[in-house]
């Protein structure tokens, strides 16, 4: 006889994995400079360590995406709790480089294996509008988890605290969702024929799949481009960098914990379109304004970029079902993969700017502020990009309803 699934737990414990995931990016980025101290690192060797996480992440990710359904969620989250285990436990004994290079790869790894089990189990536990509801949930705590782990490593540094105790700290949100997940049932997948590898990349070859994989593509980078490069910019505005960081970051919480309103209001595809617009408007306004004006760009981007990552991986298990858990991984590990790819080229830009502005007889903070505007303008491009392909998305699914899921037995 089956058991009813306890929601709130795997809900919970889903969410814990998911500040997990952001606490070793919010903390691990706030003892770097002690880590470069004690074992003598260069901002290179500091550079590659922070590659690692994200090395691990679309590599675990999409291999969870391939084994989701003969592997099973559960499985994948054991997996998750022993490489972080491992992962953190490792960075705090490193004693050096290559300890924290490799330690780093197994956090990584761990991260993207609570994406690889979770979205496809959040997405079997709720249909429709709630299904976006919760995923937007789920997804609010890495940034959620980011502005809690940057104050907890901002106190513990202040008051002198070791980088071994903040990495300690880390490990609290993994036991609590290893105790959560512990003895649970977990959801069976709800549409026929989705744990059938050959039926998921017919289905990823359809040109809804398609599109979204593009537009994938163009959200994380309009997320994530200007989150890693605004604070550099913004030194030299007048305005506080981590206030900006902190304020996009809370913004995108609140924003996603009240997601369920908000789409069933204008539908997964007038969310997209919404978010492009508003994400183009807020790059455009990062890219001209100095002092308190910040501020303002930075409340208009939080609300364009905050639903895009989570419905962009709703619209895939509701739009293309049959893509199944493989699915949700490919559009996620893009949209890693496309921020890592679009690093260097921002770089680039930046570098050619500065020398443009250089010989224009620019020099100093009146330099880098110019060089990085110059930079923004161009990242405009991103989601204005998506402002036309979401028109044509909106219009092309109007009459397309997605797809309704029931309610599901459990599996162990």
């Not at 997990?20 to 002690?34: D, K, M, V, Y």
Request: glycine share 12%.
């Amino acid at each position: 006889m089956n058991e009813n699934i306890n929601k709130g737990a795997l809900f919970n414990g889903s969410c814990f994995a998911l500040i997990t995931t952001a606490f070793t990016f919010s903390i691990r980025a706030g003892i770097l400079p002690q880590l470069g101290n004690e074992f003598g690192l260069t901002a290179e060797q500091l550079g590659f360590i922070n590659s690692m996480w994200f090395l691990g992440f679309p590599i675990s990710m999409i291999i969870g995406g391939l084994v989701y359904h003969s592997f099973g969620a559960k499985n994948i989250m054991r997996v998750a709790f022993i490489a972080h285990t491992i992962g953190i436990i490792m960075t705090i004994y490193a004693g050096g480089y290559t300890g924290l290079l490799i330690s780093t790869l197994f956090i990584g790894f761990g991260n993207g294996c609570t994406e690889a089990a979770c979205n496809p189990m959040i997405a079997d536990m709720y249909s429709g509008v709630k299904m976006d509801k919760m995923l937007n949930r789920f997804h609010m705590w890495f940034p959620g988890g980011i502005v809690v782990g940057s104050l907890i490593s901002k106190f513990m540094t202040d008051f002198d605290m070791s980088w071994q105790a903040q990495m300690w700290v880390t490990m609290i949100p993994t036991i609590i969702y290893a105790i959560l997940f512990y003895g649970k049932a977990f959801p069976k997948p709800h549409v026929e024929g989705v744990t059938s590898l050959s039926k998921n990349l017919r289905a990823m070859l359809t040109p809804t799949f398609i599109f979204l994989f593009v537009c994938m593509s163009l959200t994380a980078i309009s997320e994530f481009g200007p989150q890693q490069w605004v604070g550099l910019i913004m030194a030299n505005s007048g305005a506080s960098p981590m206030l900006i960081l902190a304020l996009v970051t809370g913004l995108m919480a609140v924003g996603r914990f009240f997601a369920g309103p908000v789409v069933k209001a204008l539908g997964q595809t007038g969310v997209l379109l919404g978010g492009a617009i508003f994400a183009t408007i807020g790059i455009y306004l990062f890219s001209t304004v100095t002092g308190p004006m910040a501020y303002v760009a930075a409340v208009i981007f939080a609300i364009g970029v905050c639903y895009f990552w989570p419905t962009m991986v709703g619209a895939a298990a509701q739009r293309v079902p049959l893509s199944g858990a493989l699915g949700m991984s490919i559009i996620g590990g893009v949209g890693m993969f496309s921020t890592a790819i679009w690093q260097p080229v921002i770089g680039g830009w930046i570098d050619s700017a500065t020398a443009e502005k250089a010989a224009a007889g620019l020099s100093g903070s009146t330099l880098e502020l110019a060089a990085g505007q110059d930079t923004l303008a161009k990242m405009v491009t991103f989601p204005a990009i998506l402002i036309v392909l979401f028109i044509i998305f909106f219009f092309w699914q109007k009459n397309v309803k997605p797809a309704e899921t029931p309610e599901v037995a459990p599996v162990h």
